[in-house]
């Protein structure tokens, strides 16, 4: 399941086709740099910088995504920074549409990230792989992503320019980049909030000042009840992002997942080593019977939830696969600067050679030169497949609401499919083989697929500024290649650190204890604490259903069981696929994502109530303009948030690899100056809760000035209770 966050489609700002002039229209017009005109684009600064930005960027959110399961999307920030890089340095003449070339580049390793992180942590998962592999991950990353990248081009004309679809994200990027082309506080809110998120994530996961997240257990009606949250800016940020509507979907899957179906297991069947009344900090038995059998419920409702969801978007896929084989037109020489693509014979040149190299690839991985073909001559159909199908729903619902994480289902079942036919019927492949197989298939198409929605993204807004198709083209390729290049190094940083997945975890610890040769029970060292790996739901998600096709290891009850509640949420028409998701994660995760919904709500209520004066009916143009600029300086600020804490965590996991080099150099930061001592539970809320307050006065900045924050809170909290109150009742006779 890949979440991907980015900025809320009603961020798109309408602008009166009367009012406008030329090169201020989102969609309609002419673009912002005529193409008559020849600046500035692709230049020796915009390379270095958007190197060095797609490189942070890979690696921040591939730490997120593994952490959470979810990643933000790079464009918006990365256009920010390199306009603060280029402007801060004091470069002469800097243009929009070299800002753009450095966020298509950072864009490129970001959305690699969210294809490899997903699926090449699953080979951990399932014990194919111990550590990292550099190679393996860096082929994977660079064919999956060129792959993705070379359709993306072959499909711009078509969908970007004769279809015109929307592309929200898009279209806010560009917005973005326009706003910093005239100057704006948006540049110093975004600095502001990456030095604070760097400085939360710095004392709370290197110093260890503060606890990383609270939690406690009681007991009541013969069973446990369970409460607690993660204590994080990041995670609070995500909410903000996706909006109340998302995160009060995932906060519920968390609540019966981890608060009701938890409890209801062990009602019926106990909990493992049964204690007191009250555990406030050993929580272990209870997260057990998560791991061992409620995850797998959530396992059976993003399957059935995946497989839905593209069922449902049926039509959209099937109109978009039609228009793809049609001609879009080709290059010629009377073609303007802004309509000139990389050539299309060089593309599909460039796309055979990769399908050669994927066959050489996978003959290399599993040795059998049948299946490597099959895998092949499968990939290529099968990726244009899903590069066009995300490409075209990115530009009609945007990247955010892309259903990535069915495709990579569907994906993932169909190589299934397809590996018990050729390797195991026709060939005899040993079961580790064909899990092998199976997870290479299925990581490239997956990232393949997810780097495609995100190019067209930025093609949009290159479009939108005027920006030189060819050379932006270029740009992605360049930052598809850093991210490759990146990623491989990144991953196994943290895993040496961390550990990704509590799956990997226990079975490294399990090495560490059979090659020490230390009589049963005896204290190891250099054990890892499986409690602070990183979690990596879809990585866990993706090797339970290739460990239950192959190994029969899968919770099948509660699968099912899962699956019957996909079905119940499908009829009653709700987001299926974010509610499998929060049952999946665990509920300490879902609380500050829904703290950040909740204050998005707030905010974005208190901007149009200070305008129209009410929450009913329907809202006025200057309210609408109210409530974008809160929604974009809380975005801005959130992106901050995210990166500063993410880097952080990437940074540390760097100091923790080295300490494991040189254990006597005190390379560990808490314990620098003697050990900082971490706060208790309640202090510990205290220090999260003034972020939080930072976090609401920067982003309430942007309100309208009449008004008062406090009494505005109380009416929307007012307002919400009797629409839940009304939403609750019987119908009256």
Known sequence: MIIRVGVPQYSIRLIDKECATPGTMAGVGEPWVPAEANIKELTARVIIIGILLGGLMT??????????????????????????????????????????????????????????????????????????????????????GILGTMFTIALRRLFIVEEALPYPEGVACREVLVAGEKGGSGLIAIVYALIIGATFGWMVKAFKATHAHVEGLGTAFGTRLYAGGELSLALLSVGYIVGIRIASFIFLGGVIGFGLLVPIYGLMNGFPNESGFLVAINVKDYSQVWSDQIRYVGVGAMVVGGVYTLWSMRKTIIEGLSKSFKKGGSNDTHQARTE???????????????????????????????????????????????????????????????????????????TIGLVWVVGGLILNMSQTDMMIATMFIAAIVATSAAIAGDVMQDLKTGHMVGATPWRQQTAEIIG????????????????????????????????????????????????????????????????????????????LPMVFLGAIIAVILIRLAMPVMSVAIGIYLPLTLS???????????????????????????????????????????????????????????????????????????????????????????????????????????????????????????????????????????????
Request: proline letters at 4%; one cysteine or more; charged letters at 15%.
């Open 340 to 414: 000139i693509d990389i050539p299309l014979d060089k593309v599909l040149i460039v796309c055979g050679v990769l399908v050669v190299l994927i066959f050489l690839f996978y003959w290399y991985a599993t040795g059998s030169l049948v299946m490597a073909l099959a895998g092949a001559l499968f990939l290529a159909v099968v990726s244009f497949f899903f590069a066009a199908v995300a490409g075209y729903i990115a530009g009609v619902v945007g990247s955010s609401n892309s259903p990535v994480s069915g495709m990579t289902i569907a994906t993932l079942l169909f």
């Open 591 to 733: 609380v500050p994502i829904m703290a950040g919904g909740i204050i998005s709500h707030i905010l974005l209520s208190s901007a149009r109530l200070r305008i129209d004066g009410t929450l009913e009916g329907e809202m006025s143009k200057p309210a609408k303009e109210a409530v974008k600029e809160v929604q974009d300086k809380g975005v801005l600020i959130g992106a901050g948030f995210i990166a500063g804490e993410s880097l952080m965590g990437v940074l540390l996991a760097i100091f923790i690899v080295a300490d494991k080099k040189w254990p006597d150099n005190g390379i560990i930061p808490s314990d620098w100056f003697g050990g900082i001592g971490t706060l208790n539970y309640g202090l510990s809320l205290l220090f999260f809760a003034w972020f939080v307050m930072v976090f609401i006065m920067l982003s309430a900045r942007s309100l309208p000035k009449k008004g008062n924050l406090f009494s505005d809170t109380m009416y929307v909290l007012s307002d919400a209770a009797k629409k839940l109150k009304t939403a609750l009742s019987p119908p009256k006779p």
């Open 480 to 555: 598809v290649i850093v991210g490759a290049m990146v990623i491989g190094p990144v991953l196994s940083i943290l895993h040496d650190a961390f550990q990704i997945s509590k799956s990997a975890c226990e079975d490294t610890n399990t090495r560490i204890i059979e090659s020490s040769d230390l009589p049963a029970g005896a204290p190891v060292d250099g054990l890892y604490n499986c409690g602070d790996a990183l979690f990596a739901p879809q990585a866990e998600l993706i090797g339970a259903i290739v460990e239950g096709a192959f190994g029969g290891n899968l919770n």
């Open 59 to 144: 690696a921040a959110n591939a730490y997120l995504g593994l952490y959470v399961g979810m990643t933000v999307s790079a464009s918006i920030p990365a256009a920010v920074m390199s306009m603060l890089i280029l402007r801060g340095f004091k470069f002469k003449d800097v243009t929009i549409l070299e800002n753009n070339s450095v966020q298509t580049m950072a864009s490129a390793g970001e959305s690699l990230a969210a294809g490899v992180i997903f699926t090449v942590p699953a080979l951990l998962v399932i014990g194919i792989w111990t550590d990292i592999q550099w190679l393996e991950t860096f082929l994977i990353a660079i064919l999956g």
